[in-house]
């Protein structure tokens, strides 16, 4: 299974956009990239899939690069609630969710 | 609402005792899973079932033990063998393909 690369931490202003990376330079061609975050001691959310098409809905957005080795989960105005740890996770479609493995992710802090 | 419920929020387990955590989901979801969460870490599978009286191990499933006996029930049973038990529990559920997991709010496990 294809690896992923977050950074540990980051900081966003209230309104804002937050912008947070992801590389998975070993994805193979029939892996989606999903997001998920986790609010402090509460289970995981779905947030947004891709294959290779830029994807959006009420929560996000998901831009994936052209050769797919990284991607970026944009929440256009963050507000407070967002602050939370969002994974970055790649599976090939199809698969069982046992294969949806969760890294350490990304503490995205929104700050007033 | 369709969901998944998840009890207690807090358990409390003494030493050489054995403690079930309870997981349901009215979501006629085929497939359930447990995770473990140690504080600042990822999620680790401990078991998963992909259809009612059958299960597998995950990669942390020595001092676990689960049944399958009805497709909305998923129970964890935390055995005096694991010795380390203190940790957030989550349970999650999908269908049969795993694109989206649903979690529950989880339970957190602590030893007296």
């Known amino acids: 299974d294809a690896k992923t690369t977050q950074p540990p931490s980051m900081d966003c202003a209230e309104g804002r956009a937050a912008n947070l990376p992801c590389n998975h330079s070993?994805?193979?061609?029939?892996?989606?990239v999903y997001w998920y975050r986790q609010i402090h001691s509460q289970g995981p959310q779905y947030i947004i899939h891709g294959l290779k098409n830029n994807e959006t809905n009420e929560m996000a957005s998901l831009i994936i690069t052209e050769d797919r080795k990284s991607s970026t989960l944009i929440l256009p105005h963050a507000t407070l609630r967002d602050t939370a740890v969002y994974y970055c996770i790649v599976r090939p479609q199809g698969e069982y969710g046992n294969k949806l493995v969760f890294g350490a992710g990304t503490i995205l802090r929104v700050k007033s | 609402d369709g969901g998944i419920t998840q009890s207690p929020k807090y358990l409390f387990r003494k030493e050489g005792q054995n403690v079930t955590l309870s997981c349901e989901q009215n979501l006629n979801h085929d497939a359930m899973y447990w995770y473990r969460q140690d504080p600042g870490q990822g999620l680790r599978l401990i078991y998963y079932s992909q259809i009612v009286n059958d299960f597998q191990k995950g990669d942390i499933a020595e001092g676990y033990s689960v049944s399958r006996e009805k497709k909305e029930s998923f129970p964890l049973t935390v055995t005096s063998a694991q010795k380390n038990p203190t940790a957030f529990y989550l349970c999650a559920s999908s269908t049969v393909t795993g694109e989206k997991l649903f979690f529950g709010s989880g339970t957190q496990l602590s030893v007296l």
């Open positions: 070993t994805i193979s061609g029939n892996e989606y």
